[in-house]
């Protein structure tokens, strides 16, 4: 995995507890959004890098190398919804990697990639923290468009926390980063993008919320299709501009393909499904159409019953250490 693949493996969400909105700017459940792959695919995966893991380290191979791996087999325990094993696994790459000068480039990565993990789960000050650190060495490093990640990333930990003129200001000044030097993962830019979409209607602006929304789809579309995970949070994304903004008869059917999309995928859409049905629900609950967000509501009912069964068959890192 190259260091601008590895940078992109964490795709976090923004939960906001105290509005009645929920704040969705990237995939949650998936390293690769164009990715066919299957669950069980990716617990082979799992033994596959935990395997690879066991034998770098009896070879003796560079702390450097072997903390890149586990920083890789956290990115896959990230993807199968696995925090405790994906946590642990970030945990040991970091203390591999934090005294070696030249891993500097990827233990920047990986403090930021942990940070995220954090958000998705709703740890902000832990999001904070990684975030900062690696924001901090990142500024040793010099690189432009690495820094930006960090801002982005940092504008939407922001806006989990409501501080919307914080995170806008952040998101913008990413994404003239990213735009600037023509950023070849239009990831970080999709979520740049959302976020503002969400940032602007919340800060009463929002034609500018409904274009950053539009330009977030337009891009998702070109970059992995129209079937996959980045449209569908674009998709919501505008859905939400154009609910906030008066377009009533364009925010349903945005958010209604967005949902349809994450169900169609072939690796289960886990959070982010559950997170467009709440946002749905707010619409409909917003609009007085209260047996459809009832609906909505048993709904929500199986899939959070299904996300506290979704790792019932996660591989456990340390039982795979020690065969």
Same mark, same amino acid.
Request: a neutral charge; charged letters at 25%; aromatic letters at 6%.
């Given at each position: 995995?190259? $260091?601008?693949?590895?940078? %992109? ?15 969705v700017?990237?995939? *949650? ?8 792959? /299957?669950?069980?695919t ?11 893991? %066991? ?11 072997? %903390?890149?791996l586990w920083? *890789?087999l ?7 919804g696995?925090f405790?094993?994906?946590?642990k ?14 891993a500097?480039?990827? &233990? ?9 993990? &954090?958000l ?9 923290? &990684? ?5 901090? =060495?990142?500024?040793g ?24 003129? $914080?995170?806008?200001?952040?998101s ?8 600037? =030097?023509?950023?070849?993962e ?13 940032t ?7 034609a500018? %919320? ?6 977030? #789809?337009a ?16 998709m ?8 906030k ?10 958010m209604?393909?967005?949902?349809? /999309? ?5 690796v ?27 609906? #909505? /509501?048993?709904?929500?009912? /199986? ?21």
């Amino acid at each position: 995995m190259s $260091q601008q693949a590895l940078s %992109g493996v964490i795709r976090s969400l923004c939960l906001c507890a105290l509005l009645p909105v929920i704040f969705v700017t990237r995939p *949650v459940d998936a390293q690769q959004p164009a990715s066919k792959e /299957t669950a069980a695919t990716l617990q082979q995966e799992i033994e596959s890098e935990i395997d690879v893991i %066991g034998s770098a380290t009896r070879q003796q191979l560079p702390a450097e190398r072997i %903390g890149y791996l586990w920083a *890789v087999l956290a990115s896959k325990y990230r993807k199968a919804g696995n925090f405790t094993s994906s946590e642990k696994a970030y945990l040991k790459s970091l203390e591999l990697q934090r005294n070696t000068p030249s891993a500097a480039r990827n &233990y920047a990565t990986t403090l930021d990639n942990f940070g995220m993990l &954090y958000l998705v789960y709703g740890k902000l000050d832990e999001a904070t923290r &990684y975030n900062r650190m690696g924001e901090k =060495v990142r500024e040793g490093l010099g690189i432009p468009l690495e820094l930006a990640r960090s801002k982005e990333h940092l504008a939407e930990i922001d806006l989990a926390r409501h501080r919307f003129k $914080q995170a806008e200001m952040e998101s913008m000044e990413a994404l003239e980063v990213m735009r600037a =030097v023509n950023d070849p993962e239009p990831l970080d830019r999709i979520a740049a993008l959302n976020g503002l979409a969400f940032t602007h209607c919340l800060l009463r602006r929002c034609a500018e %919320g409904l274009a950053a929304a539009q330009e977030s #789809v337009a891009l998702a579309k070109s970059s992995f299709g129209a079937d996959s995970m980045p449209a569908a949070h674009a998709m919501m994304a505008l859905g939400f501009a154009s609910w906030k903004g008066g377009r009533l008869q364009e925010a349903e059917p945005a958010m209604r393909s967005a949902i349809e /999309t994450m169900r169609a995928q072939p690796v289960p859409a886990g959070r982010s499904l559950l997170l467009a049905l709440i946002e749905y629900q707010n619409y409909l609950t917003q609009s007085h159409r209260d047996e459809e967000a009832d609906n #909505v /509501t048993k709904e929500l009912t /199986t899939e959070k019953a299904l996300l506290a069964k979704e790792c019932a068959s996660c591989v456990n890192v340390q039982s795979l250490l020690q065969r």
